[in-house]
């Protein structure tokens, strides 16, 4: 009879080396040690001022909320980048692991389609806020978690503007694939 706890145990164990089911909500309440290792394994590939976040941790949610909860995703990791090339290096990371991803910046975003996210990876831009003008003033180099009153501030003060989103808090980058590209 003991061994039956013993296979039940192996099991598990098997299961929760797959992050569809160790980022899940039963993963996540009984394969936490899956859960860990698979952070750790993204940690290592990204710069060290990242920081990779789980459920409960201090920064986790106002990394990953929203301006409403109507279907809102709820990833099971999220990723706040240290410089560009961890998003790149998230993403190549999801994609390998057959996990999504979903970049989030400025907390908007109301497409009922972002609540299919549930526990893959949350990628927060905000710390990717940049902006940099060039000097003969006729480009713009932005950050992709810039947001749009950001944007807008900067180039006012060099005389400079850009069509807007309908709010100043979304990310630039989202509201002008949205709605088109503007000139300067």
Not at 23 to 43: I, K, N, T, W, Y
Not at 60 to 66: K, N
Request: proline fraction near 7%; aromatic fraction near 6%.
């Amino acid at each position: 009879m003991e061994i039956l706890p013993t296979i039940i145990a192996a099991a598990a164990t098997s299961a929760c080396r797959f992050p569809l089911i160790a980022q899940s909500a039963l993963g996540q309440r009984f394969c936490p040690r899956a859960v860990v290792d698979e952070v750790q394994d993204l940690a290592r590939r990204l710069s060290p001022t990242s920081q990779v976040l789980l459920p409960g941790e201090e920064g986790f949610f106002e990394a990953s909320r929203r301006w409403s909860a109507f279907d809102e995703p709820r990833p099971g990791i999220v990723v706040i980048p240290g410089e560009t090339s961890d998003v790149a290096k998230t993403v190549q990371y999801a994609n390998d692991h057959g996990t999504p991803f979903l970049a989030i910046g400025g907390q908007h975003g109301a497409t009922s389609t972002l609540a299919k996210l549930r526990g893959g990876i949350g990628i927060a831009m905000s710390t990717l806020d940049s902006i940099e003008l060039s000097a003969d003033g006729q480009t713009a180099k932005v950050g992709g978690g810039a947001l749009s009153k950001t944007v807008i501030g900067a180039l006012w003060e060099a005389g400079k503007q850009t069509g807007t989103t309908p709010s100043h808090s979304p990310p630039l980058l989202a509201g002008l694939l949205t709605a088109g590209v503007y000139r300067t």
